[in-house]
Nanobody, 124 residues
Framework: QVQLVESGGGLVEAGGSLRLSCTASGRTFSTMTMGWFRQAPGKERVFVAAMSWTGGRTYGADSVKGRFTISRDNAKNTVYLQMNTLKPEDTAVYYC?????????????????WGQGTQVTVSS
C-alpha cells in the first residue's frame, strides 16, 4: 500500500511560480511511475505530467509543456511539480498519483494510488 500526501499549493498571481511536492509512504515508491493530474471546478480530472521510476523519462500534457517540470527524489520518496509562468486557467486542485509499472501513462484509470489533492489558484 502507498499513501501520497501533496503540499505546496496556494494563491499566486499570473506569471508566478509554485512548486508542489508529493511525499509517499511505502517501500515501493522507487519502483513506481509517478504522475500529476489536475481538476478544475466543474471539469474532469486531467493529466498533467508523469515520470518514470528512474527519473529518466518524463511525459507532459501539451498545455503545460515548457512551463511545468516534474522531478523526483527517490531518497526522499518525493515527487515534485515545478510550475512556472502560471496562468489563471491553471487554477485547479492538483493530485499526485502513483502506478505500479514502468510505462508512462496519462489515463486516470492507469494509476493505482492517489493523494488528497492541493489547491492551486492563479489570479489574473
Amino acid at each position: 500500500q502507498v499513501q501520497l500526501v501533496e503540499s505546496g499549493g496556494g494563491l499566486v498571481e499570473a506569471g508566478g511560480s509554485l512548486r508542489l511536492s508529493c511525499t509517499a509512504s511505502g517501500r515501493t515508491f522507487s519502483t513506481m511511475t509517478m504522475g500529476w493530474f489536475r481538476q478544475a471546478p466543474g471539469k474532469e480530472r486531467v493529466f498533467v505530467a508523469a515520470m518514470s521510476w528512474t527519473g529518466g523519462r518524463t511525459y507532459g500534457a501539451d498545455s503545460v509543456k515548457g512551463r511545468f517540470t516534474i522531478s523526483r527524489d527517490n531518497a526522499k520518496n518525493t515527487v515534485y511539480l515545478q510550475m512556472n509562468t502560471l496562468k489563471p486557467e491553471d487554477t485547479a486542485v492538483y493530485y499526485c498519483a502513483a502506478r505500479v509499472g514502468s510505462q508512462l501513462k496519462d489515463g486516470i484509470n492507469e494509476y493505482h494510488y492517489w493523494g488528497q489533492g492541493t489547491q492551486v489558484t492563479v489570479s489574473s
